[in-house]
């Protein structure tokens, strides 16, 4: 990032509220489209996956929304990365970090714990 965007992107990031309103909106811009993925990829249904973690399929839909203001909760992110049997990896960044993976974010879902293990065990 050069150094013009970063200044304009910390600029408009300067209202406490709009870094709090930032980083919720990104937390679902990233979550939703992986679980969606995730999902897919072991062939179930909403349906079927909220009743494998334990929540009402409305939920699910609703964490599969980017536009949805859902508020994760991390024990609800483990028990997903369980079901999906993928690691999980929660980090504090700065928010020039969060941006730059937005401008770059290829969204692929990761590999299981098994599919892994028969590319490299």
């Known amino acids: 990032m050069n150094l013009e965007k970063r200044r304009q992107m910390l ?5 406490e509220e709009t870094r709090r309103s930032f980083v919720v909106a990104d937390i679902g811009m990233t979550l939703a489209p992986l679980i969606f993925l995730l999902r897919k990829k072991h062939g179930w249904t909403q349906k079927e996956l909220a009743r494998r973690v334990g929540l009402r399929q409305t939920i699910i839909s609703r964490m599969e929304n980017p536009s949805d203001v859902y508020r994760y909760n991390l024990k609800t992110i483990e028990k997903l990365a369980t079901v999906f049997d993928v ?20 969204w692929r879902a990761p590999l299981s714990f098994a599919d892994e293990a028969s590319v490299f065990l």
């Open 11 to 15: 600029k408009s990031l300067e209202d």
């Open 87 to 106: 690691a999980l990896m929660v980090k504090f960044v700065s928010f020039s970090e969060i941006w730059m993976e937005n401008l770059t974010a290829e």
